[in-house]
């Protein structure tokens, strides 16, 4: 026996015979795993999508056989590449009349975060201390994880003349 050049490994000569040791290509992108595995002399590499939410678009998230496993140059190598984390649409929720607290429990539960909360007057005296604005508008479809910006109001409008009572002379 001895050292195959590419590998390292012992061969006798007959390198499908008793088979390469396949390189991990996990996280690479795509192209760069390609290369990698027909240096090593594998050409049969099929590619299969799926989604990621934890490895980058067009990266590998797996392969089959795993890295380490001793195969044929002929055998058949599957790369699974990441198309990136899987869209979900979402409904938004109607939030006028919540609390800041309910607001936020209820984007949560949609898959939707709280984004900016500001205060403002609004003329519904019902509306005090509740959501009076969403930057998303009740039913509309909307990516999940998207960020929802709220106004809680701080009481009626002051911009309005208040009728003082005048003292009686």
Known sequence: AFPSPETGDETDGKEEATGLELPNVVNMPYAEAVATLNKKGFKNIEKVQISSTTVEKGNVVEQTPSAG???SKDDTIILSVSTGAEIVQV?????IGL???DAMAVLT????????????TDPDPALFDKVCYQS???????????????????GTTRSRPVAVPQPVH
């Open 69 to 71: 496993s001793n195969v």
């Open 91 to 95: 409904t938004v929720p109607k939030l």
């Open 109 to 120: 539960e949609h898959s939707l975060v709280l984004g900016e909360v500001t205060e403002t």
């Open 136 to 154: 998303y508008a009740a039913d509309m479809t909307v990516e999940s994880g998207t960020k929802v910006d709220i106004r809680i109001s701080s």
């Open 99 to 101: 609390s800041e607290m």
